[in-house]
């Protein structure tokens, strides 16, 4: 059986001034822009903020497939970003019929 090809993610490569412009329609006030601008410069930061203006909403699992970075990578950024309060946490899922954790779904808040 062949391996599926999904091809590279069309959120790769990224950069900050691509981000900055999508945000442009963003009401923010120079201190947030100010904020938002250093945080960029981060890579990892600077993906799943991207990742989170396409896809509106997505578990860290997903986040993690959409932007190819490390799982802990992901929930560090994700951690930063909600302290910032850059991103929120919008929805508990339940979790699965073998229990686990329950799925988190993340946004920005912006959105």
């Known amino acids: 059986m062949e391996?599926?090809?999904?091809?590279?993610?069309?959120?790769r490569p990224s950069r900050p001034l691509d981000v900055l412009r999508a945000l442009a329609s963003?009401?923010?006030n120079r201190e947030d822009v100010e904020s938002?601008?250093?945080?960029?410069?981060?890579?990892?930061?600077?993906?799943?903020?991207?990742?989170?203006?396409a896809l509106g909403r997505a578990s860290a699992y997903r986040l993690v497939?959409?932007?190819?970075?490390p799982e802990a990578t992901v929930y560090r950024a994700l951690k930063r970003?909600?302290?910032?309060?850059?991103v929120e946490e919008v929805k508990r899922l339940p979790a699965?019929?073998?229990?686990?954790?329950r799925t988190r779904i993340y946004a920005l808040k912006w959105r």
């Open 26 to 28: 963003i009401d923010l």
């Open 96 to 101: 699965g019929r073998n229990g686990g954790r």
């Open 65 to 69: 497939r959409e932007t190819g970075l």
């Open 3 to 11: 391996a599926e090809d999904c091809g590279p993610s069309p959120l």
């Open 81 to 86: 970003l909600r302290e910032e309060g850059l």
């Open 36 to 53: 938002l601008i250093e945080l960029l410069k981060v890579r990892s930061l600077r993906l799943i903020v991207r990742a989170l203006l």
